[in-house]
């Protein structure tokens, strides 16, 4: 069933309109075997004799011009392929018919040479398209309920669908929650991709399964040791493909090499994962802007079992541009056909207010405009503004009522207008959220960050933290909301690597929840805490332990890296010498452990007015120098008063 594209090819080429050698090749367990028989039947149906052969036996069967040649399994004699174009193929008679089937593809020899133009025919064997697929599990009698995940395992390839299907049949009541045993994951581990030189070269191959594509640079992120060997070794491999942004092996080989390194060793799976999550976080946050949305769907790919918009369908189909001047019009009459009018006013009224907010996408082949989104970063709104646009009110109305912004911070809203059958689950709505995305990952200073999706059930971002805030109209929207001080993007990245690396060891990132405080919060928060000093008891509970000072000094005791952190902020003033006075005060009081403040004047030789006087200037010295760090991060240069 299937193959009748291939089957077409064969057939001009049979009936005399077509190419004299066909070569077709294909991973293991593709069809080739079975196809070469069923170009048999059809030669034997037009009364053209056929012969089944290896390279023993070229040279006795091709004497007839009517006479069918099928060469199987090529690759046993692959050092034969220079002889068999130039020596064995040209003596073959006028009208006969040769097709080579092997997992390689033919050496590059043949495209060189014009006296192969019009003779040659290379048919690279693919998947079974669905519908194909889907004949063969029913005439397999896979039950419907397990069909669909059966599917999404094998992409269509022919070994692991009858592989699978025979195991579903046998499992009858897994539903959905089907997938292959170990059993069927080592039979196709050795159809597909047999035994491998090293370890070395296992692990290349696994860190090309696990990444949506694979290039030198990720491979040597995460294997630094012969990366270019290994890359080359890579791209040679049958089952191996290439695109623009790199390598990417056959859907079914990703799926087997994923489940047997998760199940044989999570360890070395969460390391794997983490060197390659590493270098694709850096990508994202160093990409120049034009290329964020891919690079956030490269990171987003491990986790499209977990609901991430990561899955890549309709590469390609779909352009992102900037909002020129003369698209203003194309973006009210898409507005207005997305969401009516009062929803076309909001967007013309920030096309003017935030021109470069705006992205508008088109499909490729036609250029026709499909969809536009804007990123509204604000910091303060005006009346105008919030009646402009009630999303944008209802996000601000949140953010005052909760946590609101402090100074130098600001918030984003995140909107689409889409065409209604670009709506939903679709390659447009994966583009406008890998680029919402990317601006929450790249933004500085972002309190909080909210984002409008169509048809919410499907949203994938309730997995990593982001709240519903308000169901809109007739519960087609929803304004998803994240408060990125409480849990920066370091650690959101960290939550979303939860599910995927569940049996490693670590701390549950889903629990940690840094503390928002207040301008006013924190001021007192520090002068506690500088009384605290000689108790890491008491430093322990202080809301400083949970703020951003602490999660960026990852891997330190808390109540400890506050201490430290205080002692150098004390410490620091002695750099400036208009405030070593305050030094002095600030360290015969919390460092010396100076039982009371008059012994402390006394230490100094101050009068206890003027001792006051700099332990307070040194406190605020301090509490200024530890709150600019809380805001702009801790590799921010230390505050200076002026």
Request: aromatic share 8%; net charge negative.
């Amino acid at each position: 069933m299937g193959r009748e594209e291939e089957l077409a090819v064969f057939n001009a080429a049979l009936y005399g309109g077509g190419c004299s050698v066909l070569y077709v090749h294909g991973p293991g367990g593709i069809g080739k075997s079975a196809l070469l028989r069923r170009f048999a039947h059809e030669a034997e149906a037009a009364g053209r004799p056929a012969s089944m052969v290896d390279g023993r036996r070229l040279e006795p069967v091709l004497r007839d011009a009517d006479a069918v040649l099928l060469v199987d399994d090529f690759d046993r004699i692959q050092g034969l392929e220079g002889w068999l174009r130039e020596r064995f193929l040209p003596r073959v008679p006028m009208g006969a018919l040769v097709v080579i089937a092997g997992r390689n593809p033919p050496d590059m020899r043949w495209q060189a040479d014009p006296g192969w133009a019009g003779a040659l025919e290379v048919l690279p064997l693919r998947d079974l398209r669905a519908e194909d697929a889907r004949a063969l599990m029913d005439s397999s009698g896979v039950p419907a309920e397990l069909r669909e995940p059966l599917l999404a395992f094998s992409g269509g390839h022919p070994l692991a669908l009858l592989l699978g299907a025979a195991l579903a049949v046998k499992d009858g009541g897994a539903g959905r929650r089907w997938t292959p045993d170990q059993d069927v994951v080592a039979t196709l581990l050795d159809q597909l991709v047999g035994e491998l030189p090293s370890a070395a070269h296992r692990h290349a191959l696994e860190i090309c399964a696990h990444a949506y594509m694979t290039t030198e640079d990720l491979l040597r992120a995460a294997l630094p040791q012969d990366a270019g060997t290994l890359f080359r070794w890579l791209r040679r491999l049958p089952f191996v493909e290439s695109s623009s942004l790199g390598l990417f092996p056959r859907h079914v080989v990703r799926e087997v090499l994923e489940a047997d390194l998760r199940w044989r060793d999570p360890e070395g799976y969460a390391v794997m994962h983490d060197r390659i999550h590493a270098h694709l976080a850096e990508r994202v946050r160093t990409a120049n802007d034009v290329d964020v949305p891919g690079a956030v769907a490269a990171l987003l790919y491990p986790h499209r079992g977990n609901g991430a918009p990561a899955g890549f369908h309709g590469e390609g189909e779909f352009q992102e541009e900037v909002l020129r001047e003369e698209d203003v019009g194309t973006l009210i009459r898409v507005a207005t056909a997305a969401e009516g009018a009062a929803s076309a006013r909001s967007a013309a009224f920030w096309a003017e207010r935030q021109p470069e907010a705006f992205r508008l996408y088109r499909r490729t082949e036609t250029g026709e405009p499909v969809a536009f989104s804007a990123w509204l970063r604000l910091a303060e709104l005006d009346e105008d503004e919030l009646a402009a646009d009630p999303i944008v009110a209802m996000a601000w109305a949140h953010a005052r009522a909760t946590t609101p912004l402090r100074a130098g911070e600001h918030l984003a809203v995140s909107r689409l207008w889409a065409l209604p059958q670009y709506r939903g689950n679709s390659p447009v709505t994966d583009l406008v959220q890998w680029r919402a995305i990317g601006n929450c990952l790249r933004s500085e200073r972002m309190a909080w960050s909210y984002i409008e999706i169509r048809h919410p059930g499907q949203a994938w971002v309730e997995h990593y933290g982001m709240r519903d805030i308000s169901r809109l109209g007739d519960d087609a929207y929803a304004l998803f909301v994240h408060d990125w001080r409480a849990v920066p993007a370091r650690l959101w990245l960290e939550r979303m690597n939860q599910p995927l690396v569940a049996g490693s060891a670590g701390p549950n990132a889903a629990a940690v929840k840094l503390a928002v405080l207040s301008q006013a919060e924190f001021a007192e928060a520090v002068r506690k805490a500088l009384r605290q000093l000689p108790r890491p008891d008491a430093l322990a509970a202080s809301p400083l332990t949970r703020t951003r000072l602490i999660a960026d000094r990852a891997g330190q005791n808390p109540a400890t890296a506050l201490g430290d952190l205080l002692r150098q902020a004390i410490d620091d003033l002695r750099a400036d010498p208009r405030s070593v006075k305050f030094h002095r005060a600030l360290s015969v009081t919390f460092l010396r452990g100076t039982p009371t403040q008059e012994l402390a004047a006394e230490r100094l030789g101050l009068p206890f007015t003027t001792y006051r006087r700099h332990l307070t200037a040194g406190i605020e010295r301090v509490r200024a120098d530890l709150w600019h760090r809380e805001l702009y991060g801790t590799d921010a240069p230390a505050y200076r008063s002026t």
